[in-house]
């Protein structure tokens, strides 16, 4: 980082933090069994369960800058702008029995990434209201191919937090005031306003200068899949031996997008606060 101490009303720095983070469970529920199902998605490797893969809390890239100035009359204005990779996910079935495709009674199963989706050996539509089998294929394909992180995987299982949302970016404000500074002190005699700081805040900026900037990408699902669902399977175990198991049936919903801003980061946020110090 590098920083510029207070000289001529101006102080400011900036950061940058990278990290490589991995782990075998990234623990972020409130109970055992919630930590069991979502702490280590499954995939079709029983000894992958004691591998490290990428953690949940991986953020290679983070930036932090900062500038003040100081006005006459004790005011102060800041910017703060933060720079960050996107949290990491990976996609999970939906759908009949929570998804659960191996069999093992939790609903955590990756999804496997079909080279091609018009292979019935490698993924089966069936009709998902209006939605003709040939409909969804198409779609999901399409899907695919926008996304890099997943076009990559295609014909396998896709990786634990293998993908990762958008980059996000974020402006905020601080406006202080120095109530000693203006003068009320000594025209209130009141020397204990010496001590007083009145401060108005901003978070994400962009947006309210401009409704349509500022926008915070996220997918926003805790990476269940809700459009590739689990619906049936041919008659037989899915667990049977290589050749001969039952093959799953899916739906998938045209029009899924892969992240969205309707979230309240994406909106702009005030606070007012006042502080005495003493």
């Known amino acids: ?7 001529n009303n101006w102080e400011g720095s900036v950061f940058y933090t990278f990290s490589k983070v991995l782990d075998v469970q990234s623990l972020s529920s409130s109970t055992a069994f919630s930590q069991y199902r979502f702490g280590r998605p499954a995939g079709y490797d029983p000894q992958e369960s004691t591998k490290l893969t990428g953690s949940l809390f991986e953020q290679p890239h983070r930036i932090v800058a900062n500038a003040t100035y100081g006005f006459k009359h004790g005011t102060d204005v800041s910017v703060i702008y933060t720079g960050e990779s996107g949290q990491p996910f990976n996609y999970l079935y939906g759908g009949s029995s929570s998804g659960d495709l191996n069999g093992d009674g939790i609903g955590n199963d990756l999804i496997y990434v ?10 089966i539509f069936v009709q998902n209201g209006a939605y003709t089998p040939a409909d969804q294929a198409a779609s999901f394909d399409k899907f695919i191919s926008s996304n890099s992180c997943l076009n990559s995987q295609r014909g ?13 970016h974020v402006i905020n404000l601080s406006l202080r005031q120095s109530l000693g500074k203006m003068g009320l002190a000594n025209l209130m005699h009141a020397p204990a306003l010496n001590n007083v700081t009145l401060q108005w805040d901003v978070f994400n900026l962009a947006n309210l200068v401009n409704k349509d900037w500022g926008k915070y990408r996220s997918t926003g699902f805790g990476g269940v899949f809700p459009s590739l669902n689990y619906s049936t399977k041919e008659t037989g ?14 739906t998938w919903t045209p029009g899924y997008i892969f992240a969205n801003d309707q979230n309240v980061a994406s909106n702009y946020r005030m606070q007012f606060s006042m502080r005495y110090a003493f």
């Open 1 to 7: 980082g590098l920083q510029r101490r207070w000289r």
């Open 114 to 123: 079909p080279k091609d989706v018009n292979d019935a050996n490698e993924i």
């Open 156 to 168: 396998k299982i896709m990786g634990r937090n293998s993908c990762r949302e958008p980059f996000h």
């Open 237 to 250: 175990s899915m667990v049977g031996a290589t050749g001969t198991a039952a093959r799953p049936k899916f």
